[in-house]
């Protein structure tokens, strides 16, 4: 790739005996998308927080547009723009208000705040309630407010820390949508997320973090295939079985496990889609009352690649005191897992 | 030049709240106004003013002394609230100068302080007090109550920055009241036990008010046999407010650009 526009050698943060970051590395490219994806606690705003500059690192080193963030945040605050896990707004102030003020503390002066912020309210569509108080906003147009007054500036990078967290999924489209025009405009955008759905429509690349390490890294579609996903399909009776499991194993290469009239399919790598296996159990006389095909969730990630689940106690990032699973208890978990279909 | 610029312009984020929400000026004023009521009329009657005097004319300076030091609880809040949600983390991204944020909220307090202190003073004026030593001295106090209200709100934003959450502002930002009231804001302190007549004699509020009382003419400037605070009332606010100035104003800048790091 290009050479990373942020790049992170060994990252170590401590809060006391905690250990949040445990040496990290990354190296995020130009232009792209850059997806951190972690459960509760595993260290996406930590590493947000030191490349803003607003936390300096334990050890290691961080330069975000060529700038060291510990030996030169004033360069790095020029190059960025941060959206965290708040609507850092002012309530009691409208939308434009903000956007004016924040402007001008991002030494756009006074005219330039004002043209900036009206250009970017028209752009995102918020004009009608932009000379409304913020308190009065929904849940997703103080995200939209909150993101564009993080883009006063036209940063090179921009950190935005789980953008979409609380949001309908209505909204949730229109940041990712923001997002996307942005890249397509050249920003470089590094976004933290519980969602695998959403580091697989927006980012490039993926780095999986647990307990403040990168545990896997690559673009989405690659980790997905490490992971796979799962193809159930219900027959009307016990003579449809027969013919359903010959069809699943044709078409995904995996081994069907029955359970009375259901068939479940681990699928390594590409699932069939829904239309498609429906045309061809239905030419094979197949009589069909449900398919699905379950697409790999943060969960299947990181049992996959941890033996744990990623609910909030499970991987707590050491604040819920959780004992840790010994290796073994993981690795019989993982096999568990690998011959569920065959087991079931 | 940057520190005042973008100053200004946090100074004019907290006025535009003001436009906003013109009943938060009249909420600054309804404390005092109990006040006014319940001193002035229904203990005011039962206190005997040092060297005699009106007990109303005695109260309004503490009045406007009062509302200075409540600048410290809602610069508290101000700052805690900012910080809980998030516009402090986007201040401290920015290349905003480290210095305005804290420059920002004090200045804000002290312009609206001035405000808060034209009205009060106006409602001085109604209740029948008033300023005897001329527009000179009258102006010098004005001066002294902003000057105490800043020294109050930098103080107050301090407190703000070190607080762990909004809620423990919440909780504590009424304890400034009681501390308003051990001075000799409300009742003369030569009449008190000898270590509470200490303590409220020392208390920085106490030598403001007499300041004030002694510019405006008012009874009751200095108490018989009092500690030095009180016999140089004015130097001693002075004093006060450079030193809590001294203390706080690098406090507050050196806790806000390196919080959390
Ligand atoms: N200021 C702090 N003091 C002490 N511990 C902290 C602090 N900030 C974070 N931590 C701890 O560091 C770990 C990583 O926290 P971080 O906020 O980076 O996680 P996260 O991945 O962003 O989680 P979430 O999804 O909940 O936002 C957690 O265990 C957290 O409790
Ligand atoms: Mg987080």
Redesign the pocket.
């Given at each position: 790739m290009d050479s990373p526009i942020v790049s992170v050698h060994g990252l170590r943060k401590r809060?006391?005996d905690?250990e949040?970051l445990a040496g990290l590395d990354l190296a995020v490219a130009p232009g792209t998308v850059y997806g951190l994806l972690?459960?509760?606690?595993?260290?996406?705003?930590?590493?947000v927080r030191i490349l803003s500059t607003l936390t300096r690192a334990t050890a290691g080193q961080a330069t975000v547009a060529g700038h060291d963030v510990a030996a030169r945040p004033d360069a790095v605050r020029e190059a960025i723009g941060l959206a965290g896990?708040h609507a850092a707004v002012d309530e009691k102030l409208t939308g434009r208000e903000n956007l004016r003020i924040f402007g001008r503390l991002a030494r756009l002066g006074r005219r330039g705040a004002r043209r900036r912020a009206d250009d970017l309210l028209e752009r995102f569509e918020l004009t009608e309630a932009a000379d409304r108080l913020v308190s009065t906003y929904s849940g997703g147009m103080r995200r939209r407010v909150d993101l564009i007054a993080s883009l006063l500036r036209a940063p090179a990078v921009l950190f935005l820390?789980?953008p979409t967290t609380g949001l309908d999924p209505r909204s949730r489209l229109d940041i990712w949508a923001i997002v996307r025009e942005l890249v397509a405009e050249g920003t470089t955008v590094l976004l933290?997320t519980?969602y695998l759905d959403e580091a697989d429509h927006l980012a490039s690349a993926v780095a999986v973090i647990d307990h403040?390490r990168v545990i896997a890294e690559g673009s989405p579609a690659e980790l997905k295939a490490r992971i796979g996903s799962h193809v159930d399909v219900e027959v009307g009776g016990e003579a449809d079985l027969a013919g359903a499991v010959a069809v699943l194993e044709r078409l995904t290469g995996g081994r069907p496990a029955v359970e009375d009239l259901r068939i479940v399919t681990g699928v390594p790598g590409r699932a069939p889609s829904v239309p498609q296996l429906v045309r061809e159990l239905d030419a094979a006389g197949v009589v069909v009352q449900d398919v699905g095909v379950r697409r790999p969730s943060l969960d299947d990630v990181f049992l996959t690649l941890t033996g744990r689940t990623a609910g909030t106690g499970g991987a707590?990032?050491?604040?819920t005191g959780t004992p840790q699973d010994g290796p073994e208890a993981q690795k019989a978990r993982r096999r568990e897992r690998s011959t569920e279909g065959a087991t079931a | 030049m940057i520190v005042l610029a973008d100053g200004l312009t946090l100074v004019q984020r907290k006025l535009l709240h003001l436009r906003h929400q013109p009943g938060t000026l009249v909420a600054m004023l309804v404390m005092p106004a109990v006040m006014v009521v319940l001193f002035g009329f229904v203990f005011g009657s039962a206190i005997k003013v040092p060297g005699g005097g009106n007990y109303r004319e005695y109260l309004m300076p503490g009045l406007f002394v009062m509302t200075g030091m409540f600048a410290l609880s809602s610069a508290m809040v101000d700052v805690a609230a900012d910080q809980g949600r998030g516009v402090t983390d986007r201040l401290r991204s920015m290349p905003t100068a480290r210095a305005a944020v804290p420059v920002g909220q004090t200045g804000a307090d002290t312009v609206t302080g001035l405000i808060g202190l034209l009205i009060l003073l106006a409602s001085g004026l109604a209740f029948g007090w008033r300023a005897h030593h001329g527009l000179g001295h009258a102006l010098g106090a004005v001066g002294v109550l902003l000057l105490f209200r800043c020294t109050m709100s930098w103080v107050g934003t301090y407190l703000g920055l070190i607080m762990p959450s909004e809620q423990t502002a919440d909780a504590l930002a009424p304890l400034t009241l009681p501390l308003s009231m051990l001075s000799n804001a409300f009742v003369p302190t030569d009449g008190m036990p000898g270590w509470l007549r200490v303590v409220c004699e020392g208390n920085p509020i106490s030598a403001a008010v007499a300041a004030c009382r002694s510019l405006f003419g008012n009874p009751g400037a200095t108490a018989a046999g009092g500690s030095w605070p009180l016999a140089h009332p004015l130097a001693a606010t002075l004093l006060w407010s450079a030193l809590l100035l001294a203390v706080f104003v690098p406090l507050s800048v050196r806790r806000f650009t390196r919080a959390?790091l």
């Open positions: 809060y006391g905690l949040a972690g459960p509760n606690g595993a260290g996406k705003s930590t590493v896990q820390d789980e933290t519980q403040g707590g990032g050491g604040t | 959390g």
